[in-house]
């Protein structure tokens, strides 16, 4: 690895200054800069888009030629020169000429032409017109089927938000970097109100200031690219840029005004003293705002060689401080978690000849998370002599995530393009259990204990093949390949003290039946063991399995004539643990006229269950308003499992259908897609079973099972509208997305349906999306100034508490706005607010039935209520 460093250096030193760089200024007719141009370097994907100001610069071939696109305006095709002057036409109306990597390996697909619904978010333009400083938090209000929200008091769903396109769940998307598979988390969803049972994509590990755009294909894509693209697939593009330094400095708070019908006050604002330890069991004291925010984040790129090389590297910091709501006496720290991050990402390249381009591109992200577990208030969870009049522990955590992928890529002299590659990652989410205690060792306990962790490694080698034929009717294009993936997933164990009941002596026990844990002596009850809020991974809960993947893959697009496309695929996939699996896919776009495309698809796809789904277990307390249980979560291939009779766990299988259409009127463009998606054996996360006479030392049992059928239909929308008058560069966008699941079948076998997946469990699943979410966004600039104001609307949510009642989460109207001024050719300085109104979900009822025990579940827009921000940004 040293060498390889070295060597890059020494490329890196070479080469810093030998590749030719291209300035200008893009303008209307009217001589107003254009900011926001997309400026492509014809036949490859580098590419930079103009500032405020319109100005733009990019590194390029000799001779090359460079594309201009903007929205509303004819597209311009130039010879770099070293200064140019660029003015557009509104008159041709070419839009939406991004050439997209996701959905098609024709490298003349652009988002207006392909057979399928593919997003394209731009995200240095995004960020700069939003106080959002996570990927999650992006895409849910500019994408219009996807869905995140932050969580509380739902253990490792607190530091990792679980997310999903199109109601499915967080697994049943597929996340590409740069076209190559992104590994997963090692952390499986328990509690929370979306994503339980399922794994998913981390993606707020890939920092921000890292990504050129986003490629959100909406469509199932099993045939093309394996598991898990059942909703669709998210492609993150990384930045190439060369002499560039970018990056900002954002700072902002939550408003701690939570508004709502609170009969009772608000409690756990009156502030709560340190524990005597000082081991920081606190909640601070009433204040106006909390949750502050600091983001800082840098972007530098330099060339590498004399034929286009780059390397391009981002650093990202956040610190974000937890967020307090009101809450039951039982959950005394609900609210967002505290965390601290650091990213950092790299894309290299360096072409070896014309023909020939060696790359690689990886990164490394380190987090600690701190988030607050339920309260114990009384009873022989509480030792008095540590906690008098009862405690909160915390759950932090430390989550270590890195990548790596290298390849190389040529083109034939025959015009075969070849790329061979290998992507390594690996996710670590390790406990440290703070403001506890083990009940069992009564005063002698520790207040802070390591409670061990899990892991994901992944490693994906593929070759892949291509051409294109421009001979071949109005075109032709020819893509297989071939992938080799290994998965490995490890449970490792915590102190002893994180998962051991200690008898009278302060023994471990180890035989029930001449050791006893100590009575407390107000409830009459045996202290329990193991680390309060949560349980330690034991050596009886490790676990080390891998399994590999085989597959093969075809596709091919057809441009029959120049109005009419037709495209197939087939993928072949073996599973050393499960077997085989064949899908396919056909889609097609017919050119109506000028103005509007039709298109559509038809596919099968499937989704292996995760090495966590069939592996993780735990043992565990479950709290809600009626007390606390003790929980076994048994790994599906145990006796336990068996003998319930939860068979063996088997891959979700899913067909897709989608219809739509695109159409471009001048300034105006819209693309509406109806889909359908059904998915047969899908993994859920069952209720609890009676347990008690089993012997296990707990009262309920819990499994992973492919235990539901569900069909989905819905709509997605996106309507956009950008005009340049005299008085300023006006924008509108409005994006929907109509979502309607059904739970045609639960698969309950033998075992009680209401309680193998009940009426709450079906609710937690149909709620994975809102029924709607429709998003308004409107923009203006006008030389250095600009705004932003954005509308998103929820529709109505319905969940079942633990009392077995609906709990309706009525619509909600939310409202960001955003001013920003350009103080220089350097500095932008911008001030806003994200749900600008203070806008909260319905409040709930006075038992504490909710999920994690808030006034409000993890619904809509979430229970942290308006953020305000101010960011300084830079550009040398």
């Known amino acids: 690895m040293k060498k390889i460093a070295l060597l890059v250096f020494l490329l890196n030193t070479v080469f810093l200054f030998a590749q030719k760089e291209i300035s200008g200024v893009v303008k209307d007719k009217t001589g107003t800069p254009l900011p926001g141009v997309n400026i492509v370097e014809k036949g490859t994907t580098n590419g930079v888009s103009t500032d405020v100001d319109g100005g733009f610069k990019i590194k390029v071939k000799e001779g090359a030629k460079l594309l201009f696109t903007y929205v509303g305006f004819t597209t311009v095709e130039k010879t770099a020169l070293d200064k140019m002057e660029i003015s557009l036409d509104e008159s041709g109306g070419q839009v939406l000429n991004d050439v997209v990597v996701v959905g098609s390996r024709s490298t003349k697909r652009t988002v207006v032409n392909s057979a399928v619904p593919i997003d394209v978010i731009n995200v240095k333009d995004v960020t700069t017109q939003s106080g959002k400083i996570e990927i999650n938090q992006l895409l849910q209000y500019v994408a219009p089927s996807f869905n995140a929200n932050k969580q509380s008091g739902s253990d490792g769903a607190d530091h990792v938000d679980p997310a999903s396109l199109r109601g499915m769940g967080p697994d049943q998307t597929l996340v590409l970097i740069n076209g190559k598979r992104r590994h997963q988390s090692s952390l499986i969803n328990l509690f929370g109100t979306r994503g339980r049972g399922n794994t998913g994509t981390d993606l707020n590990a890939i920092p921000a200031a890292s990504i050129k755009r986003i490629e959100i294909l909406r469509d199932g894509a099993a045939a093309q690219y394996g598991s898990d693209a059942i909703a669709g697939v998210i492609n993150i593009i990384t930045n190439d840029n060369v002499k560039e330094l970018s990056g900002s400095v954002t700072y902002g708070v939550f408003n701690t005004n939570a508004k709502g019908d609170f009969l009772h006050g608000t409690p756990n604002t009156d502030g709560f003293r340190l524990d005597q330890k000082g081991n920081g069991n606190s909640y601070g004291k009433d204040k106006s705002f909390d949750g502050g925010s600091l983001k800082v984040a840098a972007n530098y790129g330099f060339s590498v060689g004399s034929k286009g090389g780059y390397a391009n590297f981002t650093g990202e910091f956040i610190n974000k401080d937890k967020t307090l709501r009101p809450a039951y006496d039982f959950r005394k720290g609900f609210g967002d978690a505290q965390m601290n991050g650091i990213n950092f990402f790299g894309n290299f390249s360096l072409p070896l000849s014309d023909r020939t381009e060696l790359y690689a591109f990886g990164g490394s992200n380190f987090r600690n998370t701190d988030a607050y577990a339920f309260t114990r208030n ?432 009525n619509p909600r109207l939310v409202t960001d706005l955003t001013l920003g001024y350009q103080l220089s050719k350097s500095l932008k300085i911008s001030i806003g607010s994200n749900n600008l109104f203070n806008v909260y979900p319905t409040k709930q009822d006075e038992q504490g039935n909710t999920e994690a025990g808030g006034y409000w579940d993890a619904v809509q827009m979430g229970f942290s209520g308006a953020y305000y921000y101010a960011r300084l940004g830079f550009n040398f």
């Open 378 to 809: 009384d009873g022989e969870r509480v030792v008095e002599a540590i906690y008098p009049g009862g405690y909160t522990p915390r759950i932090t955590s430390n989550i270590r995530d890195n990548s790596l992928a290298a390849g190389i890529r040529t083109t034939t002299g025959g015009g075969w393009k070849m790329d061979l590659s290998n992507t390594f990652g690996k996710n670590k989410f390790e406990y440290d259990i703070k403001g506890t205690l083990n009940a069992s060792l009564e005063e002698n306990s520790p207040t802070a204990f390591n409670a061990g962790g899990h892991s994901l490694l992944q490693n994906t080698t593929n070759f892949d093949i291509s051409k294109n034929y421009d001979d071949v009717m109005s075109g032709f294009n020819i893509a297989f390949g071939t992938e080799f993936r290994v998965e490995k997933f490890e449970i490792f164990a915590g102190e002893e003290g994180s998962y051991t009941t200690y008898d009278t002596n302060g023994k471990p026990i180890t035989d029930p039946t001449t050791q006893s844990a100590p009575i407390d002596p107000i409830s009459g009850n045996p202290r329990p063991g193991s680390s309060q809020g949560f349980p330690g991974y034991s050596p009886a809960n490790e676990v080390n399995e891998s399994r590999t993947n085989f597959s093969l893959y075809t596709d091919a697009e057809l441009d029959v004539t120049e109005a009419f496309m037709v495209s197939g695929a087939v993928r072949f996939e073996n599973y050393s643990d499960f077997g085989s699996t064949v899908n396919g896919k056909l889609a097609s776009r017919l050119k109506i006229n000028d103005h509007i495309n039709l298109r559509g698809s038809v596919s099968t796809g499937f989704r292996a269950p995760s090495l966590a789904q069939i592996y993780y277990n735990l043992r565990f307390t479950n709290f809600n308003a009626s007390g606390a249980t003790e929980v076994l979560l048994a790994p599906n291939d145990s006796p336990v499992t068996r003998a319930f009779g939860i068979e063996k766990l088997n891959e979700e299988k899913a067909v897709n259908a989608s219809l739509g259409f695109t159409a471009t009127y001048g300034d105006f463009t819209a693309t509406v897609d109806g889909y359908y998606i059904k998915v047969k054996d899908r993994i859920v996360l069952t209720g609890y079973f009676d347990a008690s006479s089993l012997g296990l030392g707990v009262s309920e049992a819990q499994f992973f099972a492919n235990g539901v059928d569900t069909s989905t239909h819905g709509l997605d929308l996106v309507f956009s509208w950008k005009k340049t008058y005299d008085f300023g560069h006006i924008g509108a966008t409005l994006v929907g997305n109509i979502n309607d699941m059904k739970i045609d079948n639960v698969k309950n076998g033998s075992l009680d349906a209401d309680t193998f997946f009940g009426n709450r469990e079906k609710a937690f699943l149909l709620a994975s999306a809102p029924d709607s979410k429709f998003g308004l966004n409107l923009t203006y600039a006008k030389n250095k100034f600009d705004a932003g104001l954005a509308f998103t609307r929820f529709s109505k949510v319905v969940l079942v508490d633990y009392a077995d009642e609906e709990d309706v989460y």
